[in-house]
């Protein structure tokens, strides 16, 4: 084994500079002055940030077997030996270890990195806000617990941040805990987020008990037993693929990763998550904490690739995910939910290419979106924060002027998810749409390809509706706001210029040809089985045809967008507008609009009706309208679904657990008496169940012998 | 002689006697009473066990046990005395400050 | 110190004396604290205070001795000093240790600063210790009513509160009546074994057979009792009124010690008595421990009043518990002790900080007291996230370690419906955990006074915090020190 580098071997300490902030701050932070106060939070994640880059270029500058670096800080739950269902005695026990491989490294550097400019943003942005310290104690606290989540070398270690990290949502997005509607999301999220920690919690007892460890790998480890890691079990050929325990494993898991990355049927709490803080948003909602889920699927890629049914599973949720979120975003008028249900979409996306064993796609696209949704939601609080605190987009309108700067970056942004090439998000989502077009020969690959791809054209879409709404146009800014308009202070622009960088170039290193991402994750996510028949991941005049589509459909997305809000809001104008050369088209449109009007108003009556609606559903069907009628109809039947059907199932079960606390409450009538009649009613029935339990035996003895 | 069951059926009435009469006498100083019937139909158990036995481990057990009922009623008289001081009522239903 | 005393008066004392020593050294001092208190004036009967817990360091030094007996019996094998018993002292004798230290200033505030508060609180540990020891139905029966008389008393202890009359008065009625009923089912045990001492119960027992009437009712009769005793449902209607009755480090100790206490007697006479007719209470024993689970935490969902709210979070772990007894593995038992040992840490941390929060003319139970805590006290207030963290079982807390051994227990065995049970019902307590944490992190302030904390309580609630942190990050030493109870006697005998 070589040597290991300064950074390397200093691992452990990249989670305890901000844990070490964070305790600073809520022990202290009440008596420091502000500017200590971002000092500190600011400057640890920036250390942080130093080591984690450090460490990976000191990786990396390994050769690529070599390139798995473990620790173990302290044993943490020493060995137990206890009969589970693999042969022979197992051995349970948990290291605090950290594990970097090419895979953590990504994670980290995204975590830090992204990481870092959410906090440089957050001094200009919460600068007027109480409890100034208590919100960057809760940062640095939540930056710890996301850095333990991947670089924990074991199951146990990664749930501990994976609560640590919900426990930090869950403070944030109740930051402003005034509000009662802030409250409420917090406690939503919290209560959701549960139903899915309780089946990754199943997960893990059931992979520790079959695996018989919970250790992600032994590679790097000196000494170790061999199979003491979980993916060098899967990897050996102990089990076969498809096996029935493999697969209710890894349907545990992905019921974890639900939860926390938001797919269906637990995505409800993301869009309420908006009530935090912008920068909280950013930072949990949109580049790390969700992604935990892709993370963790990634991680157990070795299990997935043996439970073929599981991985069908991640991918129709995905796809549907996908699809379902972007077409409510659709209809949305507050600018951060927008954003919200274009996470929600994107990391559908995520789970899409994790199902059709694009690991590398999947990880890909959570780092590209990582950059381009993080500046997102910073220039859309960069607005919120020049319009002060307005984040309906009907009040909006005619900013790009005003705060060119946030405007130029949101454009970036904006391109970069619409995947326009060759910004960053273009060659992430191809590479995912390809690899799921290519992904098997079943019929729902393609499906889901279709799926994929529609969604591409909703997301242009939408977020072209958004910057139109936003920044061009005639400005709808109410009057008094309007005086006050104002580009954010350079703490709030710089990060947002930064990261605009990053949304161009971010993806290049995933430039098909050259492929070094995928070079890099390769040891990470290496077939179980040798593939037979697997995709060629070289360049193909198939895979430059679905490139050119996906560019197609973007581009129709962002030109419907275009015509819907920028055209009818001239036409709504005065009429002068009409004859500038830009709202041409509206005038067109609404021409079309007259010829459908005249064509079908004026017939009569008795020919008119059946065959009417046949036409309109046929040539609406055909035309800009009736398709952006159609989309909005689902969006809006999909928002009804969710309002009623699934928030309510939501609330219903609060409502339950509610409920069914009085029972038990009036029970308690507080006399002493029908205490004793409780007990007695028990003895009673432990009389009954004991006399009663032989003779249920003693009648199934009679069964089984006749 | 008398068989060892019968005093298991008197013991066994005894101590019905003393649960009814937890479960539906309203002063709690005549509860406590019930609750020395229970234990007297314990000792009765136990003598006549010990009799059986030929053992005079229940004997002794017995002792302790009327020992331990002189000590609850005491601790209990105490305790309804302060109670009584406090709310004038010896009433168990009227005993419901602390509930739900 | 007692032992050297008499042999300079040329006392000889038997060699078995010395097994009984750290109860005859509570014993002593719980006398001694009850005359020095005529000679103690209002202002320095923090003196008591000092003279119990030296009680109970002299105490815990003889207890020291025994750690490394191997199943030592005495007194006509009335007693048996094992690993178990020595794990069980001294769990009673930390928890005395961190009722006492927090009880100084309370009591103050309360204005019935006596003696006798301390010297019922040394009593009682005596008769926890006999429960710990007994081999014989007389010891245990005598281990639990002098517990058990003493909580009555301490219980009503704030003589001029009604709700402290009042729950001691429901305590003493149902306790007895359980205590009643209990003692019915040792008269049978004696009967059908035709000896008091467990080991022989057992041997009997395992001759029946297991359909045999009497062997029901006893079993039925002495479970109930033993039920009531750790307030498991449907036993456990005393606990939320008692609970918030008592005074404040009195619920302390009633939820943790007597808790323990009981649980020992519980493990010894199931473990011997009833082990052969294990196939019998197996599934009720189940039914009982998910009950539990279920009205303990649907019920502490909507309390205001934190100590009621404690006390249904007590009987929601009391469920846990008793799964680790279904398993019946080594893991199961040591999964027991170890919750036990951190619960006596975590759920004494919790009243603590309900403690700090009675101050003059201030309650302090009510949820709505926390408000704002992290910036009246922000010590306090992250104090109480880890203790309410390490109750909810979320790593890398202490808490989560016992609820692990549990798990993998019931997992060990088959049990795979209860882990479901186990691990759903951890939703809705982080639920009305995080409830309280809300209060404290998210609520304004108001106009509530600043909690302070003194030397004494600062020291508990160190050694809490200390001991959830440490027990939950290097957990080796402590599950060892929890796994020697494996090497006693009767528990080796039945997992042979």
Not at chain 3, 390 to 398: E, N, Y
Request: charged fraction near 10%.
């Amino acid at each position: 084994m070589n040597e290991a580098g300064y950074f390397l071997e200093h691992i452990g300490w990249i989670p305890l500079f901000p844990l070490a902030s964070a305790a600073l701050m809520l022990l202290l932070g009440r008596r420091l002055p502000k500017a200590a106060v971002s000092v500190a939070c600011v400057g640890s994640v920036f250390v942080s940030f130093v080591y984690a880059a450090g460490a990976v270029l000191q990786l990396g500058a390994r050769p690529a077997e070599e390139r798995v670096f473990q620790k173990i800080l302290f044993e943490w739950i020493p060995a137990i030996p206890y009969h589970g269902a693999a042969p022979g005695l197992s051995q349970f026990s948990a290291d605090w270890g950290m594990l970097l491989d090419p895979l953590s490294s990504v994670m980290i550097l995204v975590v830090t990195g992204v990481g870092f400019l959410i906090h440089v943003y957050s001094i200009g942005y919460m600068g007027h806000e109480g409890g100034y310290y208590r919100f960057f104690g809760y940062m640095n606290l939540f930056m710890f617990s996301m850095l333990t989540l991947v670089l924990g070398n074991n199951l146990l270690l990664l749930f501990v941040g994976w609560e640590g990290v919900g426990l930090c949502s869950y403070l944030l997005i109740g930051f402003f805990f005034l509000k009662k509607s802030a409250s409420d999301a917090g406690k939503k999220a919290f209560v959701v987020n549960r139903v899915g920690d309780a089946g990754f919690l199943l997960g893990i007892f059931l992979a520790s008990t079959v695996l018989g460890t919970i250790r992600f790998t032994d590679h790097g480890l000196e000494g170790a037993a061999k199979f003491s890691g979980m993916i060098d079990v899967l990897r050996s050929g102990a089990f076969h693929s498809g096996e029935a325990v493999l697969t209710a494993m890894a349907i545990l898991f992905f019921i974890g990763a639900t939860g926390k990355s938001a797919q269906i049927p637990l995505y409800t709490w993301l869009p309420d998550a908006m009530e935090g803080p912008t920068p909280v948003s950013a930072l949990i909602h949109a580049a790390t904490m969700v992604t935990a889920g892709v993370y963790m699927v990634t991680r157990m890629n070795a299990l997935y690739q043996l439970a073929p049914e599981a991985m069908l599973t991640v991918a129709v949720i995905g796809g549907l995910t996908a699809f379902y979120a972007a077409t409510m975003g659709l209809v949305q008028n507050d600018i951060k939910r927008v954003l919200a249900y274009s996470t929600i979409s994107q990391l559908g996306y995520m789970f899409l290419a994790l199902g059709v064993g694009a690991f590398t796609a999947g990880i890909f696209h959570l780092m590209t979106h990582a950059f381009f949704k993080a500046l997102l939601f910073l220039g859309s609080g960069s607005v919120i924060h020049a319009l002060s605190g307005e984040q309906d987009m009907r009040r909006m309108g005619g900013l790009w002027s005003k705060i060119p700067t946030t405007a130029w970056t949101f454009m970036a942004a904006t391109l970069a998810i619409a995947g326009i090439p060759p910004l960053a998000g273009f060659f992430s989502k191809d590479e995912i749409l390809w690899r799921t077009f290519a992904g098997g020969e079943s019929g729902i690959y393609k499906v889901l390809y279709l799926v994929g791809l529609v969604t591409a054209g909703m997301t242009a879409f939408y977020m072209f509706r958004l910057v139109n709404l936003t920044f061009f146009g005639k400005s709808r800014v109410e009057h008094e706001v309007e005086h006050h308009i104002h580009e954010s202070p350079s703490s709030m622009t710089v990060p947002l210029m930064i990261l605009a960088f990053l949304s161009v170039v971010g993806g290049w290193i995933g430039l098909p040809h050259l492929s070094l991402f995928e070079r890099w994750l390769e040891p990470v996510v290496a077939p179980v089985q040798a593939a037979a028949g697997a995709a060629e991941a070289g360049w193909s005049m198939v895979e430059a045809g679905m490139m050119l589509i996906s560019v197609l459909v973007a581009l129709g997305g962002i030109w419907l967008a275009y015509n819907i809000y920028l055209e009818r809001e001239g036409l709504a104008d005065q009429l002068a507008a009409r004859w500038k050369g830009l709202y041409e088209l509206v005038f067109h449109k609404y021409y079309m609009d007259e010829v459908y009007d005249s064509l079908f108003v004026n017939r009569t009556k008795d020919l008119a009706t059946a065959l009417g609606d046949f036409d309109r559903g046929v040539v609406d069907g055909l035309g800009v309208d009736g398709s952006a009628t159609a989309t909005r109809l689902t969006s809006r039947l999909s928002m009804w679904w969710d309002r009623w059907i699934v928030d309510g199932l939501v609330n219903l079960s609060g409502a339950i657990v509610r409920f069914a606390s009085y029972p038990v409450r009036m029970v308690q009538t507080g006399l002493v008496q029908s205490y004793a009649l409780v007990i007695l009613f028990g003895v009673l029935l432990l009389l009954v169940v004991y006399l009663g339990w032989p003779a249920v035996s003693y009648v199934r003895t009679l069964l089984h012998s006749a | 002689m008398i068989p060892t069951s019968h005093y298991l059926v008197v013991s066994l009435l005894l101590f019905t006697t003393g649960v009814i009469g937890v479960l539906t006498r309203r002063n709690v100083i005549i509860v406590l009473m019930s609750i020395e019937l229970i234990l007297n139909a314990v000792n009765i158990n136990l003598v006549a066990f010990s009799q059986h036995l030929a053992s005079l481990d229940g004997q002794i057990f017995a002792i302790f046990v009327i020992t331990d009922a002189a000590a609850e009623a005491a601790v209990g008289l105490g305790i309804i005395i302060a109670f009584f001081r406090n709310r004038q009522t010896l009433l168990a239903d009227e005993m419901d400050l602390l509930r739900w | 110190m007692v032992q050297d005393l008499l042999s300079r008066l040329g006392m000889q004392l038997p060699k078995e004396f010395a097994l009984i020593l750290p109860q005859v050294q509570l014993g002593i001092f719980a006398l001694g604290i009850l005359l020095t208190d005529f000679l103690l004036d209002r202002k320095s009967r923090w003196w008591n205070a000092v003279l119990a817990l030296a009680g109970v360091g002299f105490s815990g030094k003889a207890l020291w001795n025994l750690r490394n007996l191997e199943d030592v019996s005495a007194y006509h094998s009335s007693i048996v000093v094992d690993p178990f018993a020595v794990f069980f002292g001294f769990l009673f004798l930390i928890s005395a240790a961190l009722v006492i230290l927090l009880s100084v200033r309370y009591l103050e505030i309360e204005d019935e600063h006596h003696g006798e508060f301390y010297a019922l609180l040394l009593l009682a540990t005596i008769g926890m210790m006999f429960l710990a020891t007994g081999s014989d139905l007389i010891t245990l029966f005598l281990g639990l009513e002098t517990m058990a008389l003493s909580f009555y008393v301490l219980t009503g202890f704030l003589r001029h509160r009604k709700a402290s009359n009042e729950g001691a008065l429901k305590y003493v009625l149902l306790g007895a009546f359980s205590s009643g009923i209990l003692a019915y089912g040792f008269s049978l045990m004696y009967g059908i074994g035709g000896s008091t001492n467990l080991a022989r119960i057992a041997q009997a027992y395992a001759e029946r057979s297991p359909g045999d009437p009497l062997v029901l009712i006893s079993l039925v009769t002495v479970s109930a009792g033993v039920f009531f005793k750790i307030a498991a449902v449907p036993f456990h209607m005393w606990a939320p009124d008692v609970y918030e009755g008592a005074p404040t480090s009195i619920t302390a100790s009633i939820s943790v010690a007597s808790k323990a206490a009981s649980f020992a007697l519980l493990l010894r006479i199931f473990c011997t008595a009833f082990w052969p007719i294990r196939p019998n209470w197996e599934m009720v024993v189940a039914g009982v421990a998910v009950a539990s689970m279920t009205i303990g935490n649907f019920g502490a969902i909507t309390q205001s009043n934190l100590k009621r709210l404690l006390a249904y979070s007590s009987i929601g772990h009391v469920g846990y518990m008793l799964l680790g007894l279904v398993a019946g593995t080594p893991d199961g038992f040591k999964g027991i002790a170890f919750y036990l040992l951190v619960y006596v840490f975590m759920n004494t941390g919790a009243f603590a900080i309900v403690i700090l929060l009675r101050r003059e003319g201030v309650i302090g139970e009510d949820i709505e007291d926390l408000n704002g805590l992290i910036s009246r006290r922000p010590v306090a207030a992250i104090l109480l996230l880890i203790f309410m963290l390490s109750l909810a079982g979320i790593p890398p807390t202490a808490g989560f370690i016992g609820k692990y051994f549990i798990f993998l227990s019931l997992i060990e065995t088959g049990h795979y419906v209860l882990a479901v049970f186990a691990a759903l019902y951890i939703a809705p307590a982080l639920y009305y955990y995080f409830r309280v944490v809300v209060h404290a992190w998210m609520r304004e302030p108001g106009g509530a006074a600043r909690p302070t904390i003194s030397v004494a309580q600062g020291v508990a609630l160190a050694a809490c915090t200390l001991f959830i942190l440490v027990a939950g990050l290097l957990p080796d030493r402590f599950i060892n020190f929890a796994g020697t109870t494996l090497q006693s006697q009767f528990l080796q005998m039945i997992l042979r």
